[in-house]
Every structure is written in structure tokens, then in C-alpha cells.
């Protein structure tokens, strides 16, 4: 009867280590270097992102954004596109270490507080709270995706 614990515990690591390697750098509800979670019940400033592809290119309208230090702001997000998007906050370093794991497992889901993947003609929406002052990013991190333009700047002020 030992082998089933040890197999109980052989298969709670292995989830455990998926999950880890899975979503790097995210937020599940505490503070970050960028944020934290809103609340939905709360006001919130909407601002609306529309993503899609132009000429060669992927992009986000608006690209730069501009918010104060403790406002809370309710993305409504919509994909224009004719394939999958992302919008993921983050700072800059966290954003482009994800997309390197992104490279690795191209087909990851997120379901963070602070990302989102739409498809074609999709909507979504998140609401985060801007607790600290600084520059931060937001990026569609499917392969390829921020190489071909789809990133964009966040002041907080």
C-alpha cells in the first residue's frame, strides 16, 4: 500500500511543476511591480482596445495609453482579426520572458487577471487596478505576434 501515496505525490508534483512552467511572471490576485487585479464591483475608467492585423503587420489601436497612479481600468478588448490575439500586461522584462516560454508551447491558454486571448470576432474584458507609477507593457506573446508590432506602452503617472 505505499506505492499509492508515492504515486499520489509522484503526480501532485508533476502537476504542480506544469503549472509553474505553464504561467510564469503572472498575477492569480496579489500585487505586481504593475498592479493588481480590480474588482469588478468597483468604478473603473473604461478604456476600449481593438486588436488586429494591417499591411504586414499586428497591432493593438490604441498602442500607448496613459493612466494615474491607483486608477482602476476596465479594458473592453475586441479582436478585429482574422486569427487568435492576446493582450497581456506586464513590465516589459516579465512580457518578453513569457514570450519566450510562449515560443516553447505556443498553444498555452491564459487565464490570468491580467491576460486575455480572443479569437476571430471575439470580446473579452479585464479590469486592473495601476498601483504603482512607471512604464509598463502590454503584448500579444503568440509566436511572432509582438515581433510584428503588437505591443504597447502604459504610463502610469
Known sequence: MKLIPALAVGLLA?????????????????????????????????VQVVMREADGKMLFLPDTLTVRRGEQIRFQLRNNGAIDHEFVVGTVEANLKH???????????????????????????????????????????????????????????
Open 99 to 157: 514570450m519566450k516560454d510562449m515560443e516553447k508551447n505556443p498553444d498555452m491558454e491564459h487565464d490570468d487577471p491580467n491576460a486575455k486571448r480572443l479569437k476571430p470576432k471575439g470580446a473579452g474584458e479585464i479590469v486592473w487596478q495601476f498601483t504603482k507609477a512607471g512604464k509598463f507593457d502590454f503584448s500579444c506573446l503568440i509566436p511572432g505576434h509582438r515581433e510584428a508590432g503588437m505591443f504597447g506602452t502604459i504610463t502610469v503617472e
Open 14 to 46: 508533476g502537476l504542480l511543476s506544469t503549472v509553474a512552467v505553464a504561467d510564469p511572471g503572472h498575477s492569480h490576485g496579489a500585487e505586481t511591480a504593475y498592479g493588481k487585479p480590480g474588482d469588478p464591483k468597483k468604478p473603473a475608467r473604461i
